[in-house]
């Protein structure tokens, strides 16, 4: 099992929180051939028969050496139910795997001298519930989780997040969520720093975030069966 633990700072250093991130799977004991090597590439389908059978694995894989490809492989279904094999065509959520875009994207714009890293939030959301941290808060805190922004994303959130038809919709939400510590003086993982990138990058740019990261970088990038979703 995948854990993490934040402990007091303090002697005698008591756990304070313990998340449950993930399964991960056994350690495994790679073969020594070069990647196109038959025997490696023989190895590779062993495993993933043997992760589809027992961990119920669904995905797909492409491995190539330049242009050439020498594996492509689809396993596993793509709905719950268990009716919709995975193919070429399946889109698979990344879920927070969406943050770079949202790191890409604000990227952009300070390259272009849109925003800058150092801009606080309050200058493209001015009215923010909490105008102090707003304040304070920067656009570098927030994409190095280091604001202190609470999390929005929670069971009791959970009705209004699947209502939600954008981003801005999510605001509310992270503005009720606590401030975990003043901007700079912590790191925690939250997803609230990128919703508000996300939408500093809406107001700097003056495009819709979904069609800022569609026309800059997905379509530049020829990535044509790639988006992202509201809630990442």
């Not at 939400?173 to 508000?196: H, Q, T």
């Not at 800022?212 to 379509?219: A, G, K, Q």
């Amino acid at each position: 099992r995948d854990l993490q633990f934040r402990l007091e700072e303090a002697s005698p250093h008591k756990i304070v929180d313990l998340v449950f991130i993930a399964d991960v799977a056994e350690p495994v004991s790679l073969p020594n051939g070069s990647i196109d090597d038959p025997g490696t590439i023989a190895w590779l389908h062993g495993y993933i028969d043997k992760l589809t059978a027992t961990e119920d694995l669904s995905g797909a894989l492409m491995i190539a050496v330049g242009d050439d490809p020498i594996v492509e492989r689809y396993f596993g279904y793509a709905d719950s139910a268990r009716t919709v094999p995975c193919s070429r065509d399946t889109r698979f959520n990344l879920g927070s795997g969406d943050k770079m875009l949202t790191a890409v994207a604000a990227a952009l714009l300070v390259e272009s001298g849109e925003l800058a890293f150092e801009t606080p939030v309050d200058r493209f959301l001015p009215g923010y519930a909490n105008r102090a941290w707003a304040a304070s808060a920067t656009l570098g805190h927030l994409l190095s989780h280091t604001s202190g922004a609470g999390e929005y994303w929670t069971a009791e959130n959970a009705p209004e997040m699947a209502r939600a038809g954008g981003t801005r919709d999510l605001l509310p939400l992270v503005e009720r969520a606590p401030v975990d510590f003043a901007p700079g003086e912590g790191a925690r993982y939250s997803n609230s720093n990128f919703i508000l990138a996300g939408l500093i990058v809406e107001v700097a740019s003056g495009m819709d975030y979904h069609e800022f990261v569609r026309s800059r970088i997905l379509e530049p990038c020829g990535m044509r069966n790639t988006g992202v979703s509201v809630r990442d």
